[in-house]
């Protein structure tokens, strides 16, 4: 069951809107879509750096160029995408946004750094902080609870 909430703003005058919690089952295929873009983008740049012969295209060894590429990378484009959408292309599929879990605006980009740090935290313990998304009144993960967000679909 879906459950609607409406914005603070609505007590302050302002039009009403209102937000769906984007649940469990819908933010592991927005997971699965960026995971899936995003792997496609890492795979053409390793292929692109090797064959320029800026890095290694060996897998059994971590060189100083490979670990930058697929740490910065992906920080870089994600930490992009949510100040600058709220969103990630997966999340975009259903009109879904991350945003602040009182006021619902958008989050600061410190607060979004705790986010993405966050999914580290969410993973260490067999998942929990995932799982955790199915069971929680307001469908946050252990990253959302640490940053304050929640992830919303506006009408």
Known sequence: ???VYTSPESDMGDEDVEYEYIGFWLRVIAS???NIWMGILMIVLIAIFSSLGLM?????T???EGLLLQVAVPFI???LLWKRYSSTPGKMMFKAKILDAKTYQPVSTGRLFVRYIGYF???IPLCLG?????FDSKKQGFHDKLAGT???RGE
């Open 32 to 34: 699965i879509v960026d």
């Open 62 to 64: 971590m060189n100083p």
């Open 121 to 123: 935290v969410s993973v």
């Open 1 to 3: 069951m879906n459950e």
């Open 130 to 134: 995932f799982i955790w998304i199915a």
């Open 150 to 152: 929640v992830v919303v």
């Open 77 to 79: 484009l994600i930490m």
């Open 56 to 60: 290694e295209a060996d897998m059994e």
